[in-house]
């Protein structure tokens, strides 16, 4: 098995307004791209449960001219909330890092 965190270019999560959080993964070339999209293992379920988020809250965004996913959810807290751990979501990707995929053929 591969990881998402050793087939990605770039992994990262930053705010999409005080209630949401988007993730962008960049993918090195249309090949792994592919790869990742059609193995079908970035989905709202798996998305839901790694984030603890309802998973008809999940928007995933297919980019194929960048190579790029875009994934965003509501955040748990709201941006500045006492209970909010990371205000500017920038450390939110991590659980996508070590995602298992099918190994690139």
Do not use: C
């Not at 050793?6 to 705010?15: F, G, P």
């Not at 792994?32 to 999209?37: F, K």
């Not at 998973?55 to 965003?72: G, Q, R, T, V």
Request: aromatic share 8%.
């Amino acid at each position: 098995m591969a990881t998402l965190g050793s087939l990605a270019q770039l992994i990262r999560s930053k705010n999409a307004g005080p209630w949401n959080l988007t993730v962008d993964i960049m993918l090195p070339d249309q090949k792994t791209y592919n790869h990742v999209v059609t193995s079908g293992v970035l989905n709202d379920n798996v998305i839901s449960q790694l984030f603890g988020v309802k998973s008809d809250l999940i928007e995933i965004y297919h980019y194929a001219p960048a190579n790029a996913i875009k994934i965003s959810f509501p955040r748990t807290e709201p941006n500045g909330h006492p209970e909010d751990t990371d205000l500017f979501g920038g450390q939110q990707f991590a659980p996508l890092v070590g995602l298992e995929l099918p190994v690139l053929p």
